[in-house]
């Protein structure tokens, strides 16, 4: 009988990674995460760039279309946004909306629910209402006793409603050239929306907005510059 000889095999030797090795592996995935990240941030905010335009488009359409049913008059700065303090379902405009996501900036969203300090004056002037605020846009005040579309001068160059930059606690859901919030949110890249009567979306930067808000035009829509009362409210606009 043949005698089988099992051959002992040498194990191989296994290599591992040196210390300096994985040192320079981590150190070029650090640099990588560096290189991406931003980029991905900068795609997100263009996804909420574009839903926030979206969104302020969607609230001048309801505008125009609550006109159909008031014989060509705009909802009043007053009630647009509510007739309840805090209930944005109770304002004039939500029947046309019927969604209160609408009303918001993704990115403003972001900002407030990060609980970072909001650089905005606190509520003044007509109707003003301190409630924790869940909405982006307001309504020109210059717009207030001439609402009729067919009396508008020049849709194309009077605001409608802007992403401004209001405090967390407005709630009085408007803008205006004199006691109220003027100033547009550079949430974007510097840059903020503007909806104009002529539904035309415009996206401006600080020098941008300043430039418009000095026209007289830019806030009101006819010749009649004065505010609730006879006010006025047009002489510091060229």
């Given at each position: 009988?043949?005698?089988?000889?099992?051959?002992l095999e040498t194990p191989r030797a296994v290599r591992a990674f040196t210390l300096i090795e994985l040192l320079v592996v981590v150190a070029i995935i650090a640099i990588l995460a560096g290189l991406l990240l931003p980029v991905l941030s900068r795609a997100k905010e263009s996804g909420r760039t574009a839903v926030c335009m979206s969104n302020l488009r969607q609230v001048g359409l309801a505008s125009m279309t609550y006109s159909m049913d008031f014989s060509g008059h705009l909802p009043s700065f007053r009630d647009w946004l509510f007739v309840k303090p805090g209930e944005l379902s109770t304002g004039?405009?939500?029947?046309?909306?019927?969604?209160?996501p609408v009303y918001l900036c993704p990115t403003d969203k972001l900002l407030m629910s990060s609980k970072r300090r909001v650089a905005a004056p606190a509520p003044s002037g007509f109707g003003s209402?301190?409630?924790?605020?869940?909405?982006?846009?307001?309504?020109?005040?210059?717009?207030?006793?001439?609402?009729?579309?067919?009396?508008?001068?020049?849709?194309?160059?009077t605001?409608?409603?802007?992403?401004?930059?209001?405090a967390t606690n407005?709630?009085?859901?408007?803008?205006?050239?004199?006691?109220?919030?003027?100033a547009l949110a550079l949430r974007h890249g510097g840059r903020g929306h503007i909806i104009l009567t002529d539904l035309h979306v415009a996206k401006m930067d600080k020098k941008q907005f300043?430039?418009?808000?000095?026209?007289?035009?830019f806030w009101f829509p006819t010749q009649d510059m004065s505010g609730p009362g006879g006010m006025a409210m047009g002489v510091n606009l060229q």
């Open positions: 009988m043949k005698r089988r000889t099992l051959a004039r405009l939500y029947p046309y909306l019927q969604s209160k209402v301190s409630r924790p605020r869940d909405y982006s846009f307001a309504m020109n005040c210059g717009i207030c006793h001439a609402t009729d579309l067919s009396t508008f001068l020049e849709p194309s160059k605001l409608l409603y802007m992403e401004a930059n209001l407005d709630y009085s859901g408007m803008v205006g050239p004199t006691f109220q919030v003027r300043d430039t418009a808000a000095k026209a007289k035009r």
